[in-house]
T-cell receptor, first 111, second 116 residues
Framework: KQEVTQIPAALSVPEGENLVLNCSFTDSAIYNLQWFRQDPGKGLTSLLL?????REQTSGRLNASLDKSSGRSTLYIAASQPGDSATYLCAVQGGSEKLVFGKGTKLTVNP | NAGVMQNPRHLVRRRGQEARLRCSPM?????VYWYRQLPEEGLKFMVYLQKENIIDESGMPKERFSAEFPKEGPSILRIQQVVRGDSAAYFC??????????????FGDGTRLSIL
């Protein structure tokens, strides 16, 4: 059974700092890994999708890496801004189409 | 381009009533997924449907819960005889085809269900 863990559960940083969010999963047989952003009371916004054959994806100030063999992914946020404050969710997709989510990291960026 | 549309955004029911949650997928998407987010918990998969077919319902509670995606109209998640433990945010996602690792699932804003 696939399990996804995100560390830390919460993170508070000053504006401008670079930061790393961590995600680990127990079963390396995945099709892809996605990072999402969730704002309070809102739905999920897909940030980055890394296919199992890829090592990383970049979008603007965001960079996500994937090490499938060790069951780890990181989301790197450069030059953090107060608008980046949200909960960041990691999810993996195996052969059954369903996504398995971690519980998320709640990020607060202080002005 | 409208995204995944869920309604209502908020739904309040008394114990024992029925709750109906609706999801209209993105235009051109024929695959729908329902997930539930309990307070302080991560999102949990419930069911995966294509038009007129349930493909995977391994995450659905065995009783009181059902889902459909008819040929015409939105997908419906139905909860009969609701209990306090059903209070949660219910999210719908859609994709144009079996994602096969190539395409993300697109999520709606969710329905917040509160049971009095």
């Amino acid at each position: 059974k696939q399990e996804v863990t995100q560390i830390p559960a919460a993170l508070s940083v000053p504006e401008g700092e670079n930061l790393v969010l961590n995600c680990s999963f127990t079963d390396s047989a995945i099709y892809n890994l996605q990072w999402f952003r969730q704002d309070p009371g809102k739905g999920l916004t897909s940030l980055l999708l890394i296919q199992s054959s890829q090592r990383e994806q970049t979008s603007g100030r965001l960079n996500a890496s994937l090490d499938k063999s060790s069951g780890r992914s990181t989301l790197y946020i450069a030059a953090s801004q107060p608008g980046d404050s949200a909960t960041y969710l990691c999810a993996v997709q195996g052969g059954s189409e369903k996504l398995v989510f971690g519980k998320g990291t709640k990020l607060t960026v202080n002005p | 381009n409208a995204g995944v549309m869920q309604n209502p955004r908020h739904l309040v029911r008394r114990r024992g009533q029925e709750a109906r949650l609706r999801c209209s997928p993105m235009k051109g998407h024929s695959h729908v997924y329902w997930y539930r987010q309990l307070p302080e918990e991560g999102l949990k998969f419930m069911v995966y449907l294509q038009k007129e077919n349930i493909i995977d319902e391994s995450g659905m509670p065995k009783e009181r819960f059902s889902a459909e995606f008819p040929k015409e109209g939105p997908s419906i998640l139905r909860i009969q005889q609701v209990v306090r433990g059903d209070s949660a945010a219910y999210f719908c996602a859609s994709s144009p085809d079996r994602t096969g690792g190539n395409q993300p699932q697109h999520f709606g804003d969710g329905t917040r269900l509160s049971i009095l």
